[in-house]
């Protein structure tokens, strides 16, 4: 479960389009708190419903006509060293008009890649007297996710005007607030003089973007990892580094997570990370309590995917198919569960179980041939983890007269 995030593009693209300089006045929020009762519990279970129909069509509509910008952009202006009559801060946050346009986009990019994007529940949280509805992303690549929308009413309209990134531990306008703080320009002289403006360090992170693109993530390291100062020990940073490192160095990305957990040892997420951290220790027993506490946190048993996965990679095969088994009982179309239920059994002999998943698959729909040629498949290798299944009797019995 790799250190990465969706929100980590869409906030470079965010950034980069904010330094652009063009004008527009804010306007004044007019989405407001619900109150909690039956009738707004049903909207909200609505809306959340809405937009998650939306993007399994494949569509950003309701994402973008449900996302509040002008109460978004007042979230994150509120803070005493913000001017919101500034220019720079005028053009920043008509970039920052794009975001909703700009997630929605890149949400739909990742579901058509492959990516689940699932809306988990919703919930009203008493100490913020504000309703959320909670996403989930998950893909093999990027890991887990979640994003909490928070609802608001314009009086006739729901809408949510914030999302709390998992990820990052905090909400989407404070991770920009903060970053829109760090990135003015000095107005002191002397400082300009010198050219310590912290908008060269986004220049940086710009940079270090359009390399990882091109798929040079130690350059990409090596470019961000240059910024100093206190944008270097900024969450938002540290996870960028942690993202690239993943891709060329275990070791580097392993120091990462711990600096992270050294500087935010109470970051809400800290558990999301020491999944990582701890399979990569190979402490497996220490990444399964994590995956609980977050079971317990979050209330997603999709994360049950992750602990047989964890399993897995420590070659515990009856605990991981027990989990596997679990995901294809409560998440029937996880066609990746249905694989390593398989591949646990292939690794315990249990070849008449395997093929009971496959027969399973048939029933459902898949296509014989293309099944069975996925199953048979060898890695650049050479290697099946379903090897000794397709090579067994039983497995080539059943396929001659099936």
Request: with cysteine.
């Amino acid at each position: 479960m790799k250190f990465k995030s969706t929100i980590l593009s869409l906030v470079f693209t965010i950034i980069i389009s904010a330094l652009s300089y063009a004008q527009e006045d804010t306007k004044v929020c007019s989405c407001l708190l619900l109150t909690e009762n039956e009738e707004n519990d049903q909207k909200v279970a609505e809306l959340a419903q809405y937009v998650e129909a939306s993007f399994n069509a494949s569509e950003t509509t309701a994402f973008n006509e449900k996302f509040d910008v002008n109460s978004f952009i007042k979230a994150i202006g509120d803070n005493d060293v913000i001017d919101m009559t500034d220019e720079y801060t005028k053009g920043f946050m008509t970039g920052i008009r794009k975001t909703g346009s700009e997630l929605s986009k890149k949400i739909v990019a990742q579901i058509d890649e492959g990516a689940y994007y699932n809306l988990v529940n919703y919930r009203y949280i008493i100490a913020e007297k504000a309703y959320y509805f909670t996403f989930r992303l998950y893909s093999n690549e990027t890991g887990v996710n979640y994003h909490d929308y928070k609802v608001c009413s314009d009086g006739e309209t729901l809408k949510f005007n914030d999302i709390y990134i998992y990820l990052t531990g905090e909400k989407l306008s404070a991770t920009l607030q903060r970053l829109f703080i760090l990135s003015q320009p000095s107005k002191n002289p002397i400082s300009r003089l010198l050219g310590s403006n912290s908008t060269n360090e986004i220049v940086k992170i710009s940079e270090s973007r359009k390399l990882a693109l091109q798929g040079k993530a130690k350059e990409a390291y090596e470019k961000i990892n240059e910024i100093k100062g206190p944008m270097a020990k900024e969450k938002f940073t540290l996870i960028i580094k942690g993202s690239y490192a993943s891709d060329f160095d275990d070791k580097i990305y392993e120091e990462i997570l711990e600096e992270f957990a050294e500087l935010y040892p109470n970051d809400p997420t800290l558990y999301l990370k020491q999944v990582d951290y701890y399979i990569l220790k190979e402490d497996y027993q220490k990444a399964i309590e994590n995956i609980d506490i977050l079971i317990d946190e979050t209330g997603d048993d999709f994360l049950n995917l992750v602990k047989a996965n964890t399993y897995y990679m420590n070659n515990d095969y009856t605990n991981a198919e027990s989990s596997y088994a679990y995901m294809t009982v409560n998440y029937p179309d996880l066609f990746e569960a249905y694989i390593g239920q398989m591949v646990c059994l292939n690794y315990q002999n249990r070849f008449d179980d395997a093929l009971k998943i496959v027969k399973e698959l048939l029933d459902q729909g898949y296509e014989r041939d293309a099944l069975l040629e996925f199953l048979e498949e060898k890695e650049a290798d050479g290697s099946n983890e379903l090897d000794a299944f397709v090579n067994s009797k039983i497995y080539k019995q059943w396929k001659r007269k099936s």
